[in-house]
């Protein structure tokens, strides 16, 4: 009935005028938004820009727990379920970004906004095209620095229904061509964004600078060290592999826009005189100068579960889950001794004996403050709580410290302590322990990007803290690394330096500099924020640092257990020994082979497309 009571009315509205054409049929609708609307309404242009921000990806970033225990930094100590993750072999499709449904997406809002934002002035026109192209340009570096060269399109693919499909299928474009479009754009947008010039989560100048900071070091250190390879890995349509001539270029370029930024507004974030405390304050607080672009979350609107997935297990304001990242020995030992002595933590002495402690964190002292800002070790705190990390007690029998981990050794063994009421103390709620979950599995929890704000654990409330794109303390190292790599060792001496007077070392503590300072000051500076994965395969070093081998310390998490020593009358009762220890849940080393250095590309791809050429070794 419904359907002709509809009828009959159009039929009166047609055959004798009853309604006005412009009341009935030229309604605007109100679940429909029009183009003219669309294209000209900075509101709605600025939420289409969110989602493509929102849609920019990460590998082992953006809060991504799981990702940021498979490389050397950390292990899985959360549910068994995802025990994989400490079992895991990185497989030709691992890091495989192929997002040409985006790059479509933003080519068809360029090509709106070119054609229809009539209404815009030209200076917010120019605006929005200049955010489009940067959004475009950070895909496309993060292609390419997983795949190699990729099909550069820059406009709308659009079928005629002819039945020949030729016109779409593109080939993949040489590695630095990529790399060359990237730099072009970014040097053509630059100044169309003054609009934006105090933003962190919106495309400036300072980010495209970012951009052509990081992504023309990679495109050098590709060029240069993959020529330096024995077998150097390439395609002979130069899909994969940048000339070993290009590189110097492509590191002064990096350079220059390096200088550039750091002439500009932003500054190292050094506002707290705990150095440990700022280090940490800089990515968590939002109040810093030192970050360039971020990707920003807001209590009520957009949260994370960062820190209900990480917070150290006795802190947690949830009952669900804790504690599921346990950063490596590994890691913890990168962190170098303020004296300039290397990181490597002095649990033995030369003839193999235990070193004693009078604290349980003693064995930290003096270390990069970098490290408490990254790390919550046993004697540090956390929300200025005590963490309570301890993996037993060491008592002397047969000439020898037999280490003991339970979670009650009873009263007796606090009256041998002395201390009266102490039994039931000497494993630590926060562990380590030793195949479990929840808990740390090597001695150590993350704090990096772990919120200290209220509730922040809580599912109901969870964390707001951002997440860092790009940042100063990034464009340092990345000038540092250009111009050593130029020759200009001084100059890359002073911005190391400058950086590790902010970690709390004395002035000008390198004074020789080496490839291998460098990229341990990577290492320790931009811990868990995506970079390392990526800077190991640009320098060519992932298959020897990830080598498979069971008894290397990068390729096989390792922790450190703390005991507490029972030896009434000694002179080390009531001290602490420590020991180095195999997780029992990771049990695989890591392996990453040369085929790994690109990803593969997907089957369904290479059968839609006869003129995309497969990566080399797959």
């Not at 605006?127 to 940067?134: I, K, N, S, V």
Request: glycine residues 8%.
């Amino acid at each position: 009935m419904k359907k002709l009571y509809t009828c009959l009315a159009l039929f009166v509205c047609l055959g004798f005028g009853g309604c006005k054409h412009d009341e009935w049929f030229d309604r605007d609708s109100k679940s429909m938004i029009t183009d003219d609307q669309l294209w000209n309404d900075p509101k709605l242009l600025t939420s289409l820009l969110a989602n493509y921000y929102n849609r920019l990806p990460t590998l082992h970033g953006v809060f991504n727990t799981g990702g940021m225990t498979e490389l050397d930094d950390a292990m899985w100590s959360g549910h068994r379920d995802q025990n994989w993750r400490n079992d895991f072999q990185f497989g030709d499709d691992y890091g495989r970004y192929w997002d040409y449904g985006l790059i479509r997406d933003i080519n068809l809002s360029l090509e709106n906004v070119e054609t229809l934002s009539t209404k815009l002035t030209e200076v917010t026109k120019k605006q929005y095209l200049a955010e489009l192209r940067f959004i475009r340009a950070l895909v496309y570096f993060e292609m390419v620095k997983r795949m190699g060269g990729v099909p550069l399109v820059t406009t709308q693919l659009i079928y005629d229904f002819s039945g020949d499909p030729t016109p779409l299928q593109v080939p993949r474009a040489k590695e630095h061509e990529i790399y060359d479009f990237i730099f072009q754009e970014m040097e053509a947008i630059k100044e169309d964004l003054a609009g934006n010039s105090t933003s962190k989560t919106r495309a400036n100048k300072y980010t495209v600078l970012a951009l052509e900071s990081r992504a023309m070091l990679y495109a050098a250190s590709l060029a240069k060290y993959n020529g330096l390879m024995t077998e150097p890995i390439v395609t002979a349509g130069g899909e994969v592999g940048i000339p070993a001539a290009m590189a110097n270029d492509y590191y002064r370029k990096s350079l220059a826009a390096s200088k550039e930024l750091m002439s500009g507004p932003y500054r190292l974030f050094n506002e707290n005189p705990d150095k440990g405390a700022n280090f940490y304050e800089m990515l968590n607080k939002k109040t810093g100068s030192e970050v360039i672009f971020a990707k920003d979350f807001a209590v009520g609107l957009k949260t994370h579960r960062f820190t209900y997935d990480n917070i150290v297990k006795s802190l947690t304001e949830d009952n669900e889950s804790s504690s599921t990242i346990s950063p490596s020995l590994s890691l913890v030992e990168s962190f170098d001794y303020l004296d300039g002595r290397k990181g490597t933590l002095q649990d033995r002495d030369a003839n193999g004996n235990y070193i004693t402690y009078t604290g349980i964190d003693d064995i930290f002292n003096n270390k990069d403050a970098r490290l408490y800002g990254t790390v919550v070790y046993p004697g540090s705190s956390f929300r200025n709580s005590g963490v309570s990390i301890q993996a037993g007690v060491a008592t002397w029998q047969n000439g020898t410290y037999q280490l003991t981990t339970a979670p009650e050794l009873g009263q007796q063994l606090g009256n041998q302590l002395g201390e009266a009421n102490a039994g039931g103390l000497w494993t630590g709620f926060d562990g380590p322990k030793d195949d479990a979950q929840d808990v740390s599995n090597t001695g150590f929890y993350i704090r990096k990007f772990v919120s200290d704000a209220p509730a922040a654990s809580a599912r109901g409330t969870s964390a707001a803290n951002w997440w860092p794109w790009f940042r100063l303390g990034e464009v340092y190292l990345n000038a540092a690394e250009a111009t050593f790599e130029l020759g200009q060792i001084g100059e890359a001496t002073q911005y190391i330096n400058t950086l590790r007077e902010r970690a709390g070392f004395p002035a000008n503590s390198v004074t020789t500099l080496t490839m291998d300072v460098i990229r341990n000051e990577r290492r320790v500076e931009l811990a868990f924020e995506d970079h390392r994965f990526f800077d190991l395969k640009r320098w060519r070093l992932a298959h020897t640092v990830w080598n498979g081998s069971e008894n290397d310390p990068n390729a096989v998490v390792r922790g450190l257990y703390g005991y507490r020593v029972v030896r009434p009358g000694h002179v080390d009762h009531g001290k602490f020994i420590y020991a180095r220890i195999k997780p029992s849940r990771f049990r695989k080393a890591r392996f990453f082979r040369l085929a790994n250095y690109y990803s593969s590309i997907e089957q369904r791809v290479l059968d839609n497309n006869p003129k995309i050429v497969r990566n080399p070794l797959q």
